[in-house]
């Protein structure tokens, strides 16, 4: 069976590729097709829009084969910022300070051992985290859970987060990347 014009791959009829959907969800789809809302962008961050917990996010993201993302250095920071402004829309200054639509989840976490900060994969955070003033504290007075994972700001800035009860916006990559 002959695939598509312009479609280079062999066999020429696998749904290899990942997007997002109209709906927030992911979904399997051809090379070749235009996927405008998403395939313009070619870095190594997926983003979903649709606010999860961090454990569904988590989920989410494993279940398309990918992990939570990491930032391990100023530029990746930087791509993922872009990404965000891409994907998400600029930051709104008019929201609350923790508004979920300025916020995303990555994958870094302390839920094992306080303030030992670590990706999903288990690989240690070395990156100097561009924490905001007074982060991490782990605030116990809203959520008994604590404030064990990782979350970022549009203006680029990391916050401990409770990650059961708060809904974000949240960021894959592929694992090995």
């Known amino acids: 069976s002959k695939g ?6 062999n066999p020429k009829w696998f749904q290899n590729q990942m997007r997002i959907n109209h709906d927030g969800g992911w979904d399997d789809t051809y090379k070749f ?5 998403a395939c313009d962008y070619q870095g190594k961050y997926i983003i979903s829009s649709k606010p999860k917990s961090w454990e569904d996010a988590k989920v989410a993201c494993e ?6 993302a990491k930032i391990r250095s100023d ?3 930087k791509e993922m910022m872009a990404a965000m ?4 829309g600029p930051r709104d200054e008019t929201l609350k300070k923790y508004d979920p ?7 870094g976490n302390d839920i094992k051992e306080e303030n030992n900060w670590v990706w999903v994969d288990g690989q240690k ?6 924490w ?5 504290d782990n605030d116990k007075r809203l959520l008994k859970e604590g404030q064990d994972v990782m979350s970022l700001s549009k203006w680029g800035q990391m916050d401990d987060s409770f990650r059961l009860e708060i809904f974000r916006p949240f960021a894959c990559q592929c694992p090995g990347i």
């Open 4 to 9: 598509k014009k312009g479609c280079n791959e």
């Open 33 to 37: 097709k235009k996927h405008p809302y």
């Open 63 to 68: 279940n398309a084969g990918l992990n939570l």
């Open 75 to 77: 530029e990746e920071l």
């Open 85 to 88: 402004g891409y994907f998400l």
């Open 101 to 107: 639509k300025n916020w995303l989840w990555l994958g």
């Open 125 to 130: 955070i070395k990156w100097d985290i561009p």
């Open 132 to 136: 905001q003033k007074k982060q991490p």
